[in-house]
């Protein structure tokens, strides 16, 4: 028996004793088939074609073992590592586990906010259509360990016609857990019902210590002419491994935007799946991720044009620095009879020092004649005749090299409509760029 | 203020100055003339210090002080200010407040209290008045999708914000037309003081009708090979340049 085998059943081995009598039917398939397909297929390796350039050797040479049920973070643990301001409802969670003590379920008007477990008990049919569907196609290793393993998490279901003023905060703290390789599946299930809007907020964090992994899946549900704003704030520790999928599917005339900012983690994947499912349908992805030492960053997008008159725009940009990787790469297709797709896709790095290394890798798959698609990919160093304009009228060469930077990144962080989100970027940004105390006014 | 001696510059593998000689004295205004790649260019960027040239051989001092020891940016406190012939652009940073960082760093430099917002403001108000710029323009992003006019007009308004003791304008009336000459050229004027000199290189001698300098040079091949007063920049206009070129190298660079 390989030594791969062996691994692979440690996971079977923690799933059996995981084993729920009490879970509802489909529930239990989902994850059997789940296990299945994961023991057989394992990690991706170098030969898998969206993992080539992805190199998992150090998240999988340690075995993981599932959060175990554990103390909740101390309040003022979490005060310290969660956004200062946030108003309105929050879900906790710690180690995959909703802490009710620390989140704020309630009051919400036109919006449920339940944890993942109790939804499932109390609900479970109106989980079924969605729960694990979403994200279900093609789904990854890592997805499939989370449908598995994922014991709880949230579920935000947004009644038909709600317009929700406040964002939604959905945290993911890692189990403080001290010792073993610990595997948390954090799962999040939106469904924003017909004519809804919303905006969620996802922030993961976690403590420095053991080593981690978050295995996270987002499902979102937007119904007809809904609209459903997503922002995700990667900042693990930087050791931790960090792999998210995002699916959402767009019903008619459904508006869909992610901005995703990844910070954090010493391997961070993100797979954002996005189909359109009526016509009509709109979506942006955003995203900015800043890597430096050895650390590697991934994006994986797919935007499916199944159906016609959808427009789908991405900017993604990168900042590098020491012998950092980076990763994008994204697939737009449009389907036979997918006629008026409007679709872009940009994909922007900037490399701060020699040895950072990216991969872009930017997809059209046209299948229909009547669209309008453009895709575009730039890779380089800061402008050395900015850098040295800008030294010509005084300015240190490190508060320069700042300067430029934080003008490449900070666009799409200075637009955020969620304050909190932009201040925590914003700060964190500024405490990554020396001689920073001029970026505050400089940036136009 | 400042004494350029027997300077050897090369770009790349190139040599491009090879042996030049300029003195300027507080109060001046030398003219440097030239036909294109005689390395006028390349004489204002290692004035300011521009990677990617190599003095092999030479010196020049500034007040006393050897000026190729200095970074680009302590060469700017210390008072030298380079326009560029080609601004550049720079999306995402603020025209105005790029140039407050820069002021306060200059005056942090010289021991002077920083400027607040308050102050630069009006400040900038006043000088943009002068240069008859659009003090929207001069808030947007460092010269991204100004015109050509409105490039050089953004360096001679950054120029009367520093207030430099040496300035070095490099081809600034390239490209423009006869009002916006005008404007750049009454900026230069506003500015022209008895502590404070200015090296003006042109590739044409109409600048020269509205910005009079005290000397004109001329240089070919990297040297200069002759000097003289204001009516010399009418006789280059008349006859250009190739006369000189065959010229042997006059003796000194001052007349």
């Known amino acids: 028996m390989s030594a791969v085998a062996v691994e692979k059943d440690v996971y079977r081995l923690a799933f059996d004793r995981l084993f729920d009598p009490g879970e509802t039917g489909w529930l239990r398939e989902r994850r059997t088939a789940a296990i299945s397909r994961f023991v057989e297929k394992g990690f991706p390796g170098p030969r898998d074609e969206a993992w080539r350039h992805t190199p998992i050797g150090p998240l999988t040479r340690n075995r993981w073992e599932p959060a175990a049920p554990s103390a909740p973070p101390a309040a003022e643990a979490l005060a310290a590592l969660a956004p200062p301001e946030m108003s309105g409802l929050r879900a906790v969670l710690a180690g995959g586990r909703l802490v009710p003590e620390l989140s704020r379920l309630d009051g919400g008007r036109g919006v449920e906010v339940q944890g993942l477990a109790s939804a499932l008990r109390s609900r479970p049919d109106e989980l079924e259509p969605h729960l694990g569907r979403i994200a279900g196609d093609d789904a990854n290793a890592f997805s499939e360990l989370n449908t598995a393993f994922a014991v709880d998490g949230v579920v935000i279901t947004v009644e038909p016609g709600a317009v929700l003023e406040d964002p939604l905060h959905v945290i993911h703290v890692a189990a403080p857990d001290e010792g073993s390789a610990v595997l948390s599946c954090p799962r999040l299930l939106v469904v924003a019902g017909r004519g809804s809007q919303c905006r969620v907020v996802e922030t993961y964090l976690g403590p420095s210590g053991a080593p981690h992994l978050t295995s996270a899946v987002t499902e979102v549900v937007v119904g007809d002419n809904a609209s459903v704003d997503h922002y995700k704030l990667q900042r693990e520790d930087p050791g931790a491994f960090h792999v998210a999928t995002l699916a959402a599917r767009l019903g008619r005339d459904a508006r869909f935007a992610d901005r995703s900012f990844t910070l954090g983690a010493a391997i961070g994947r993100n ?90 890798t930017p997809q059209l798959e046209i299948l229909a004649d009547d669209v309008k698609c453009r895709h575009g990919s730039t890779t380089g160093q800061l402008d050395p005749a900015a850098l040295f304009y800008l030294r010509s009228r005084g300015i240190g060469e490190t508060e320069a090299r700042s300067l430029l930077t934080w003008a490449f990144a900070s666009d799409i962080v200075l637009g955020l409509p969620v304050p909190a989100l932009r201040e925590t970027l914003t700060g964190y940004l500024r405490r990554l760029l020396p001689g920073s105390a001029i970026l505050g006014e400089a940036v136009a | 203020m400042l004494e350029i001696s027997n300077l050897h510059a090369r770009a790349g593998d190139r040599d491009i100055l090879k042996g030049l000689d300029l003195a300027v004295r507080a109060g001046e205004v030398h003219a440097i003339m030239g036909p294109n790649g005689s390395g006028k260019s390349t004489l204002a960027h290692v004035l300011a210090g521009r990677p990617g040239y190599t003095v092999t051989e030479g010196s020049v001092l500034y007040r006393g002080r050897d000026l190729l020891a200095l970074a680009p940016e302590q060469r700017a406190r210390e008072g030298v200010f380079l326009a560029f012939q080609y601004p550049v652009e720079i999306p995402g940073v603020s025209n105005v ?53 409105e490039k050089k007009r953004n360096e001679i308004f950054q120029m009367a914000v520093l207030e430099p003791t040496l300035a070095i304008l490099d081809e600034t009336d390239s490209g423009l037309d006869i009002d916006a000459l005008r404007i750049v050229a009454e900026g230069v004027n506003r500015l022209r003081a008895k502590e404070r000199a200015m090296v003006v290189v042109t590739h044409y001698q109409r600048l020269l009708n509205y910005i009079v300098p005290d000397f004109v040079h001329v240089l070919v091949e990297g040297r200069i090979v002759r000097s003289g007063g204001k009516e010399m920049a009418f006789e280059l206009d008349e006859k250009g340049y190739s006369w000189l070129e065959k010229e042997p190298v006059t003796s000194g660079a001052r007349p």
């Open chain 2, 97 to 149: 407040y790029f140039l407050k960082a820069a002021l306060n760093a200059i005056r942090a430099h010289r021991g002077e209290s920083e400027l607040d917002a308050v102050e630069f403001l009006s400040l900038v108000g006043e000088k943009a008045k002068d240069v008859e710029i659009d003090e929207e323009l001069v808030k947007r992003s460092v010269n991204e999708g100004f015109s050509g006019g």
């Open chain 1, 271 to 360: 797979d954002i799946d996005v189909r359109f499912e009526g016509e009509g349908g709109e979506c942006r992805l955003d995203g900015l991720f800043v890597v430096d030492g050895e650390r590697l960053s991934d994006t994986h997008s797919r935007v499916d044009h199944a159906r016609p008159h959808c427009s789908s725009h991405e900017h993604y940009k990168g900042v590098l620095d020491g012998r950092a990787r980076g990763v994008f790469h994204g697939v737009v297709v449009v389907r036979p009879g997918a006629q008026k797709t409007d679709a872009s896709q940009m994909n922007r790095n900037l490399l701060l020092s020699r040895e950072a290394l990216v991969h872009s």
